[in-house]
């Protein structure tokens, strides 16, 4: 019902920003709930931020809350994620997900539709 794909992942600094964006197809987006995961090498993919069907409501890993924001722009069938004072512990391949929930999901069970990830790293 929905396809992800995610952009805006590079090579930064510790400090930099950047912002990732997650377009989506489909004539639906508007009814699913979104999610951001990313996995590091070697480690198992973890929850980073979630946002209703409507953009009214998120949350947020205890990791990224306060320097990273989650959004989207339903007219554009588009979601985003800000990264703000970036350190190398964010450095890994970050995921857009999908699903349909009337609320915040974090739960990977209820995201049946995954982007093919973008890579973000951080130096120091």
């Known amino acids: 019902q929905v396809q992800l794909v995610e952009s805006g992942g590079g090579l930064v600094q510790t400090g930099d920003s950047l912002r990732l964006s997650c377009a989506a197809s489909?004539?639906?987006?508007?009814?699913?709930?979104m999610a951001w995961y990313r996995q590091a090498p070697g480690k198992e993919r973890e929850f980073v931020a979630g946002?209703?069907?409507?953009?009214?409501?998120?949350n947020y890993a205890d990791s990224v809350a306060g320097r990273f924001t989650i959004s989207r722009d339903n007219a554009k069938n588009t979601g985003s994620l800000q990264m703000n004072s970036l350190k190398p512990e964010d450095t890994a391949i970050y995921y857009c997900?999908?699903?349909?929930?009337?609320?915040?999901?974090?739960?990977?069970?209820?995201?049946?539709?995954w982007g093919q990830g973008t890579q973000v790293t951080v130096s120091s």
């Open positions: 489909g004539r639906t987006f508007s009814t699913y709930a």
């Open positions: 946002i209703n069907r409507s953009g009214g409501v998120t």
């Open positions: 997900a999908a699903g349909y929930s009337l609320g915040v999901v974090t739960a990977r069970s209820q995201l049946p539709y």
